[in-house]
């Protein structure tokens, strides 16, 4: 997801080019390539039904050019696809289907076939953490990890690190997010991974605020999320997550709610759900941290919450749910407090809080 080269917009001309040239000469293997390449652009630009319509092209006719990579590609591509419009059962179907192929034919990998490798075997690790698959993800995670170090690729490796990080926030992992934020730091350092410090940057942050350094922490995961280079990355969607969530359990209510709406308002405007159904989640938890008697709108916010996560499949609704039911609970006593709060400044006395024996 950090690897921006072969989804920059400038490179899209040039693709179309390649694509029609691969038409008139009928070179139907190149074609496929200069098709998936094209589908990365698009969908870098979140035009996810053109990235999806090419990718779909690529599966029908590469199927017949026994080209596995190429057929791998076209799986990724609708992979990310699905994952960041919150489609994520199809998007598993998709990744397990990349990485098989990329795996059983490493060999024939060329082209944006080391990029599509790379992210479909990590956000697929996503996928199943959000599915409700917590051991298989932590097992998928070390193991690629592993395998990104024994490469000694460090854009591989960043890759791996950020991935890995930002999937233990999620399993609430203080200690190995620290670790993997410094690993992940000092890597980019020394290579000079720009979009990799970003995200180093975020995961200290959080590591940060949950050890107890809220202001440092806040303030590093505020500078990454705001960054310009992560604008039109999906994993900012997760960030936007992670950090009005922070926000909410250090006493800053106010400002995690204005992070939840930049992120709801960036889910509706480009069509990227991969949080949708934790913002709202969120949005109803800080609307009761900023004040408690707002329930309406809070479990408004929360049934909203276990909606999209049913339409999702993701196990976002289990604590959804929780948190809708323990709203509930708390509404009549919030109007009890309140009836009693206006008797007792309308008799002027605290006896008449006193119930009759």
């Not at 998936?36 to 652009?41: E, F, G, K, N, W």
Request: some cysteine.
């Amino acid at each position: 997801m950090w690897l921006k080269g072969p989804r920059a917009p400038e490179r899209e001309p040039a693709l179309v080019r390649a694509q029609m040239l691969c038409e008139q000469l009928r070179d139907n293997t190149e074609l496929m390539e200069a098709l998936v390449a094209l589908a990365i652009s698009c969908y870098g630009r979140s035009d996810f039904e053109r990235a999806r319509e090419l990718a779909g092209r690529v599966l029908v006719t590469a199927q017949h050019l026994a080209s596995p990579a190429i057929v791998a590609g076209a799986h990724a591509v609708l992979g990310v696809v699905g994952f960041s419009t919150g489609q994520f059962q199809t998007a598993r179907v998709h990744f397990e289907q990349a990485v098989a192929l990329f795996d059983a034919d490493p060999a024939r990998i060329r082209f944006y076939g080391a990029y599509l490798a790379i992210n479909a075997s990590n956000i697929l690790v996503g996928v199943l953490l959000i599915l409700g698959y917590p051991l298989g993800a932590r097992s998928r995670a070390n193991m690629l990890l592993t395998t990104a170090r024994r490469s000694s690729d460090p854009p591989s490796i960043a890759v791996a690190l950020f991935s890995y990080g930002m999937h233990h926030i999620v399993l609430r992992d203080t200690g190995m997010v620290a670790e993997r934020a410094d690993e992940l730091f000092s890597i980019a350092a020394e290579h000079e991974i720009a979009m990799s410090l970003i995200a180093a940057t975020f995961l200290r942050g959080w590591a940060a605020a949950a050890a107890g350094r809220t202001e440092e922490g806040i303030a590093e995961m505020r500078r990454a999320v705001s960054d310009p280079m992560t604008a039109e990355l999906v994993s900012t969607s997760l960030m936007l997550a992670a950090l009005p969530e922070t926000c909410g359990k250090h006493g800053q209510a106010g400002e995690g709610l204005d992070w939840v709406a930049k992120g709801l308002a960036t889910a509706e405007k480009k069509g990227v759900r991969v949080a949708e159904a934790e913002l709202h989640r969120l949005k109803g938890e800080l609307l009761l941290i900023k004040d408690a008697g707002n329930t309406a709108e809070a479990e408004h916010c929360l049934r909203t919450a276990i909606n999209v996560a049913r339409r999702q499949d993701s196990r976002l609704s289990n604590s959804a749910r929780q948190s809708a039911s323990r709203t509930c609970c708390a509404r009549p006593i919030v109007a009890m407090r309140r009836a009693l709060s206006s008797r007792k400044s309308t008799t002027g006395s605290p006896k008449a809080l006193t119930p009759p024996i």
